[in-house]
């Protein structure tokens, strides 16, 4: 599987959640909610001396002012109903700076 077809799987799949605004890598001047991933590392199996299989790991950000926003659910869902993506939460943060509640996701996906 081409890396470009695993990026888009994690793609439909935050675009497939009703209403989220998604961007790729940045996002325009738009207000929250938003969502914004991006892949930022390889990762893979050797065998027999050579990559058996690549994977891609990224990282997933969603920006919210409310709490128990129920798109974190609904992300969760979304990327649940991937084959062969694995993810977890790795943070929920406050900002101050903007009263953002912005929560993290660690993805990686096989072919």
């Known amino acids: 599987m081409s890396n470009q077809s695993k ?3 994690v793609q439909n ?3 497939g959640v ?6 790729h890598y940045w996002r325009y001047s738009v ?4 969502c914004i991933w991006q892949e930022d590392s390889s990762t893979g199996i050797q065998t027999d001396n050579h990559k058996g299989e690549m994977g891609l790991s990224g990282s997933i950000h969603y920006f919210t002012l409310t709490e ?12 649940n ?8 939460l790795n943070s929920v ?12 996701w660690r993805f990686t996906i096989l072919g």
């Open 13 to 15: 799949a935050l675009t």
């Open 7 to 9: 990026l888009e799987k």
């Open 68 to 79: 128990y926003d129920a798109n974190v659910d609904n992300i969760q869902t979304a990327l």
């Open 81 to 88: 109903a991937v084959e062969n993506l694995y993810w977890a």
């Open 18 to 23: 009703n209403g989220l605004k998604v961007y």
């Open 93 to 104: 943060q406050y900002e101050d700076d903007t009263n953002l509640i912005h929560h993290e």
């Open 31 to 34: 207000n929250p909610p938003y």
